[in-house]
C-alpha cells in the first residue's frame, strides 16, 4: 500500500507544467462570461438554490465537453434568429445546416439533463 502511494507522489510530481495545462484548455474553452450566463439561465428555468446551481454547472461542463465553444455560439445564435419573424429569418428555420446546428445543441442539452439532473 505504501508503495503505491509513493508510486503515485511520485507520477503526480513528473507531471510537467506545459502537460498539465493542455487538457484544462481544451476542456475550458467556453469563456467564463458564457458559462455563467448559462448556468444565469438555467437556474431561472429551474429554480434559485444551491442544488439547481450545481445541475446547472454541471450541464454546462458537460455540453463545453461534447460541443466546442464555436458550435455553441453559431448554434445559440440560429435559435435566437429562429424566434424572429419575416423572410429573412425563415431560412434559419428550414435550412439543413441550421437544423443540424441546433440539433448538436439540443443533443448535447440531453445528454447534460441525463447525467446532471
Not at 429573412?88 to 437544423?99: E, I, P, R, W
Request: aromatic share 6%; proline share 3%.
Amino acid at each position: 500500500m505504501r508503495r503505491a502511494v509513493v508510486w503515485l507522489g511520485t507520477a503526480l510530481l513528473s507531471v510537467t507544467p506545459a502537460a498539465a495545462q493542455v487538457m484544462p484548455e481544451h476542456l475550458n474553452d467556453y469563456p467564463t462570461e458564457a458559462r455563467t450566463d448559462y448556468v444565469f439561465g438555467c437556474m431561472a428555468a429551474n429554480g434559485q438554490n444551491r442544488e439547481v446551481l450545481r445541475k446547472c454547472a454541471c450541464s454546462i461542463d458537460v455540453i463545453a465537453s461534447i460541443l466546442p465553444y464555436e458550435k455553441y455560439v453559431e448554434a445559440e445564435t440560429v435559435l435566437a434568429l429562429q424566434q424572429g419573424t419575416g423572410e429573412q429569418l425563415a431560412m434559419y428555420k428550414t435550412a439543413v445546416v441550421s437544423q443540424t446546428m441546433v440539433a448538436e445543441l439540443r443533443r448535447a442539452q440531453a445528454e447534460a439533463e441525463i447525467l446532471c439532473f
